[in-house]
T-cell receptor, first 111, second 111 residues
Framework: GIQVEQSPPDLILQEGANSTLRCNFSDSVNNLQWFHQNPWGQLINLFYIPSGTKQNGRLSATTVATERYSLLYISSSQTTDSGVYFCAVPDVNQAGTALIFGKGTTLSVSS | ETGVTQSPTHLIKTRGQQVTLRCSSQSGHNTVSWYQQALGQGPQFIFQYYREEENGRGNFPPRFSGLQFPNYSSELNVNALELDDSALYLC??????????FGNGTRLTVT
């Protein structure tokens, strides 16, 4: 099945710094999602981005489907950005909405 | 718009017991999927329900079973609990071609 790898596994930032998180996937995909899991376990959908670039406030994401990677940019980081960031792609061996997640990038932002 | 809600939030069970977790899907969503997230890992797909039938299943044994009701809410049942079943169980709902929306999860501890 498709492999999803995220880097770096851990990231420590000072408030105000910028960061780039990367997601590589081993096969063609027709969509990709980025999620943020807060310290209480809630998974929040950040972007649904099969290709191209999207922006939402201080966050933006770019997926280059032909090269099988996606990037999540966080600018002017805040302590509330702390948590785990996951990317996920569809499992083509399953019906419908089954996703394969990477292992995540744990971000810690200190003030 | 009501989001995905899960109950209970926390649960402690003994090895060999059975457990039922519940999920109410987001308004307008007709598909429900369940994920298991072990500590330090990304969520893993258990199964998906659409029109009250299971239509996709990950690599989980038959003691993991589910139901979907006419109002699209869902249950996850796990029989003969094992210590390795300790995890965060996440429910997600969606409709055709829409991103997944996750609930806050149920944290299950098996002792």
């Amino acid at each position: 099945g498709i492999q999803v790898e995220q880097s770096p596994p851990d990231l420590i930032l000072q408030e105000g710094a910028n960061s780039t998180l990367r997601c590589n996937f081993s096969d063609s995909v027709n969509n990709l999602q980025w999620f943020h899991q807060n310290p209480w376990g809630q998974l929040i959908n950040l972007f649904y981005i099969p290709s191209g670039t999207k922006q939402n406030g201080r966050l933006s994401a770019t997926t280059v489907a032909t090269e099988r990677y996606s990037l999540l940019y966080i600018s002017s980081s805040q302590t509330t950005d702390s948590g785990v960031y996951f990317c996920a792609v569809p499992d083509v061996n399953q019906a419908g909405t089954a996703l394969i997640f990477g292992k995540g990038t744990t971000l810690s932002v200190s003030s | 718009e009501t989001g995905v809600t899960q109950s209970p939030t926390h649960l402690i069970k003994t090895r060999g017991q059975q457990v039922t977790l519940r999920c109410s899907s987001q308004s307008g969503h007709n598909t429900v999927s369940w994920y298991q997230q072990a500590l330090g890992q990304g969520p893993q797909f258990i199964f998906q329900y659409y029109r009250e039938e299971e239509n996709g299943r990950g690599n989980f044994p038959p003691r993991f079973s589910g139901l979907q009701f006419p109002n699209y809410s869902s249950e996850l049942n796990v029989n003969a609990l094992e210590l390795d079943d300790s995890a965060l169980y996440l429910c997600a709902s969606s409709s055709y071609n829409s991103p997944l929306h996750f609930g806050n999860g149920t944290r299950l501890t098996v002792t």
